[in-house]
C-alpha cells in the first residue's frame, strides 16, 4: 500500500507544530517561575551566527505551510516575519495550523511526480514534488523546529525527546 503526498506532508506538519506550541507553553511557563523576561528566550541563540528563536519558530512555520501549497499548486501564503513577542508566535503557529486543517488529500494526489522549480541556495533548481517535500521541506522543518528546541533546552528549559516528539 502506498503513503500518499498528503499523509506524509499534513500530519508530520500538524503533529509537530502542536509540539512545537507546546514546547513554546513551557517556556512561558519556565520564564515566569524564574523570573526571566521571555524576550531573552525569544532572543536566544545557539551561536552568534545563528537565528535567534523567533527566527527559528518563523522559518519552521514557513516550511510547513510553503510546502503543502506548492504540491497543490497554490500560491504559498504570505505572512510578515513581525512576530516579537510569545503569543504572537503561538498565533503564527495556529495560523499554519489552520491552513494544514483546510487541505484536502485530492488537493496533494499526483503532486510526487509534479516538476517544482525552486530558489535553493540562490540557483533555480528542479525537484519532483516527492523530492521536494522528502529532500528539501521536512528536513528543514525539521531543523528549524530542533534548533528553537534546542535553543530552549540549552537555556536551561527542562523538555526531553518526549517533548519535542509529541503525542502520538
Sequence with gaps: MSVSMYDIAIPTFQKQLSALDAILDKAEAYAAAKKIDIAVLLAARLYPDMFNLTRQVQLATDFAK???????????????????????????????????????????????????????????????????????????????????????????????KRDFLGRT
Design 66 to 160: 510553503a510546502a503543502p501549497a506548492r504540491l497543490a499548486g497554490i500560491e504559498v501564503p504570505s505572512f510578515p516575519d513581525t512576530e516579537t513577542t510569545l503569543p504572537e508566535l503561538k498565533g503564527r503557529i495556529a495560523k499554519i495550523q489552520a491552513l494544514l486543517a483546510a487541505y484536502k488529500p485530492e488537493q496533494l494526489e499526483g503532486s510526487d511526480t509534479k516538476q517544482l522549480t525552486l530558489k535553493l541556495g540562490g540557483a533555480d533548481v528542479t525537484l519532483s514534488g516527492r523530492d521536494y517535500l522528502l529532500h528539501v521541506a521536512l528536513p528543514n522543518f525539521y531543523f528549524h523546529c530542533t534548533t528553537a528546541y534546542d535553543i530552549l533546552r540549552h537555556n536551561g528549559l527542562e523538555v526531553g
